[in-house]
Each structure stands twice: as structure tokens, then as C-alpha cells.
């Protein structure tokens, strides 16, 4: 007994009763569906990095490192899930755990969305030494200034800021850190000044 790719139901002939698609058909209909759900993940990933620009969690590394283990694995998923269809093997259970994490990145990208734009708090002003600054060009160029951490545990935060705060700060300058505690309780940076 196989199942048909198209709609998993149980196939005793070459055509499917529930959805009368035959293997070739089914395996067509299959892999464009998982071509859209990869679209859908893939803007989800680039809403979720969208979001964590404008309200940058205050461990922002960790946050991207998060959303990479989350995007690599998954989209090696779609492609062992597609390699499979290819040559008609049973890709039920796969392909659910596919589809199930497809929505990840936008739950995570309105969650972080609600973590900073509903946060109504007062902020936090911390002062910190600068002893560092690190940037990367890129498609998304990131820019952190490292300061000697206030919190207990920490040595070093890094910063994410923009662009301008980014080129007139220097190692040695005290900084303000305007730290938010976050709606759902991630802390994130809404600017910092130069004292
Ligand atoms: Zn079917």
C-alpha cells in the first residue's frame, strides 16, 4: 500500500481514488505546493530579520544564530522531502513536519514585532564603556558597538545600532543605552546616545 503525494491518501491503484491523480500528476502537484510553502518560509525569515532591525533585541547575535538553525535545517528538510517525491517514496510524515514549521519564522517575526511595539515601559538607561566596535557588509550589514556589560554574568554586549551612531562612537566613549524590557519580556535596544 503507497500513498498518493498529492493528497496522502492510502492508493491501491496507479490513480488516486480520493483525489483521482495519477503518480506523475501527484508528484507535479506536490512539489509546486512545497515550492510555495518554501516562498512563504523564506519571506517569513526575511520578515522575522526585518523585525528583529527594528526592534533589536539586546542578544541579537543569539536571536540570528537561532533563526539560522532554524532556516538551514528546514529548508534541507523541503529539499530530502522534494528528492523523495522524485522518486515516489512515502514523504507523508516529512512533509507534515515541513508544512508544520513553514509558519515559524512569521510567529517568531510578529512576536518580536508585539515584543517591541507594544511595549509601553518606561525605558532603561544604561551607561557603559565602549571597548569595541564590530561590522559586517552584507546583504543585511550588521553593526555593533561592544560595550562592558551592566548585567550580571555578561561581560560584553553588543550593541546593535545604526548606521550614524555607529560611525561617531569610539572605544573609550560612555554611551546610554536606552534598554527596553520588551512586551514578552526579550530586551531590546530603542537607541543609544553619547554622553
Ligand atoms: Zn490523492
Known amino acids: 500500500m503507497t500513498r498518493c503525494l ?11 481514488d480520493a483525489c483521482g491523480l ?17 516562498g512563504f518560509f523564506a519571506l517569513g525569515a526575511i520578515a522575522f530579520v526585518a523585525a528583529s532591525t527594528r526592534y533589536p533585541p539586546l542578544d541579537s547575535d543569539g536571536v540570528l544564530i ?3 538553525v532554524l532556516f538551514f535545517p528546514t529548508l534541507a528538510l523541503a529539499i530530502w522531502v522534494e528528492r523523495r517525491a522524485l522518486r515516489h517514496e512515502e514523504v507523508e510524515a516529512l512533509k507534515r513536519i515541513y508544512y508544520g514549521l513553514v509558519p515559524l519564522p512569521w510567529l517568531l517575526a510578529a512576536l518580536l514585532l508585539g515584543n517591541g511595539a507594544l511595549d509601553r515601559a518606561a525605558p532603561q538607561i544604561e551607561e557603559a564603556r565602549v571597548v569595541g566596535k564590530v ?7 550588521i553593526r555593533r558597538i561592544v560595550v562592558v556589560s551592566w548585567r550580571e554574568g555578561h561581560r560584553v554586549e553588543r550593541i546593535p545600532v545604526v548606521r550614524s551612531d555607529f560611525d561617531v562612537t569610539s572605544p573609550g566613549d560612555i554611551l546610554e543605552v536606552k534598554v527596553m524590557g520588551g512586551l514578552v519580556g526579550i530586551p531590546w535596544v530603542a537607541g543609544v546616545s553619547r554622553r
Open 135 to 141: 561590522a559586517m557588509a552584507g546583504l543585511l550589514p
Open 22 to 38: 495519477d503518480p506523475t500528476a501527484a508528484e507535479f502537484a506536490l512539489r509546486r505546493r512545497l515550492l510555495n510553502r518554501t
Open 6 to 16: 498529492n493528497c496522502g491518501a492510502e492508493r491501491a491503484a496507479d490513480v488516486c
Open 66 to 68: 537561532f533563526i539560522a
